[in-house]
């Protein structure tokens, strides 16, 4: 049995194996980073001769003919590794990754890195079925898209890349909003960023009955205890006009607010993402119980805006922008 050691504490990359190669005018890294030291990576059992996990081992069980052996585990070497660790039902997620990151690494040196060779069908089948694999570990959305393409999923890869694009570029334009103020010495508070989106109806026990009823497309929801803002409630219509108002805060009683959210009454929702929702409505979890709630009428659309948002914070950060866009579209 065969066991390999993750560097996942970073400390395979030796300020004195970078020493040894500058002073050599040898190139400290290549195209994933800092070179590993060859004393550092391959670990062997001196009794059975497999590599192992050395970030699980324990100091105080290391034997006395402990070796820690020489050399960088190759592309063969790291298939029969993966093979022993994918039966593993121990094996966290962190390193389920850091072994498939190395593994594709090592298939890149084997066809790639020092010149191109044949790909056999069967090993790009292979390589194809570990990246499809490594795809949901991967929180980096920039190297989830490069994954993607490597696999030839273009279409995936290019809807996720111009989310990106445009998540990047408005918070570009805030940076550079905020900049201009801090070079003008501007300590007002000013408006960050003025959109189509109509400016939020704060309410209260003392108008809401204004306002009733609202024609609800979504419904960002905070439980009590939720990170971002504990127990706020945003409101979206169908015009697109939002509304506020904070159900831990204030006067606000449960009956009050079911007036103005009937579908709460059929609500269960809780700080882990779970619970339940009524019929006719649909809910993604948005992390640290912050939930969102949209009507069927725009399901589809929604759907189709966010099949490549996996992760929570950014369909937080994102979800009133895209229900905004998808009502203007819609109307």
């Not at 030796?14 to 550092?40: I, K, M, R």
């Not at 890195?113 to 795809?135: A, C, F």
């Not at 009733?212 to 979206?236: K, Q």
């Not at 204030?250 to 929702?269: A, R």
Request: aromatic share 10%; hydrophobic share 35%.
């Amino acid at each position: 049995m065969k066991y390999l050691f993750l560097d996942i504490d970073g400390v395979l990359n030796t300020g004195q194996y970078s020493n040894y190669l500058v002073d050599n005018g040898l190139c400290e890294t290549d195209a994933d980073g800092y070179l590993f030291d060859p004393e550092a990576v391959k670990k062997k059992c001196p009794h059975c001769g497999g590599e192992y996990l050395l970030s699980r081992q324990k100091e105080d069980d290391y034997a006395d003919d402990f070796n820690g052996g020489t050399g960088t585990l190759s592309y063969p070497e790291l298939k029969e590794a993966w093979e022993v660790f994918s039966n593993d039902t121990t094996i966290t997620d962190d390193e389920k990754k850091e072994i498939l990151f190395h593994l594709l690494w090592a298939f890149n040196d084997e066809y790639h890195r020092e010149q191109q060779k044949e790909v056999p069908i069967e090993e790009q089948d292979y390589i194809n079925n570990i990246i499809h694999t490594l795809i949901p570990l991967v929180n980096d959305y920039v190297v989830k898209a490069e994954l993607l393409r490597e696999v030839g999923e273009f279409e995936s890869a290019a809807r996720l890349l111009a989310m990106l694009k445009e998540f990047y570029s408005n918070l570009m334009k805030k940076l550079d909003r905020i900049s201009n103020e801090v070079d003008a010495k501007n300590s007002h508070v000013f408006v960050l960023e003025k959109d189509d989106v109509k400016e939020t109806i704060e309410l209260s026990k003392a108008n809401y009955t204004d306002y009733l009823p609202i024609d609800i497309a979504a419904i960002a929801y905070a439980t009590t205890g939720a990170m971002g803002e504990c127990g706020g409630i945003t409101i979206v219509g169908r015009d697109s006009q939002t509304y506020h108002l904070n159900h831990a805060y204030g006067d606000w009683d449960k009956e009050d607010v079911c007036i103005i959210l009937p579908m709460l009454k059929e609500c269960d929702l809780d700080l882990l993402g779970n619970g339940k929702y009524p019929d006719g409505w649909y809910e993604r979890y948005m992390g640290f119980g912050n939930h969102l709630l949209i009507h069927k009428s725009i399901l589809p659309e929604i759907i189709e805006q966010t099949k490549n948002i996996e992760d929570p914070a950014v369909l937080y950060q994102n979800w009133l922008r895209i229900v905004t866009e998808v009502l203007k579209n819609s109307n």
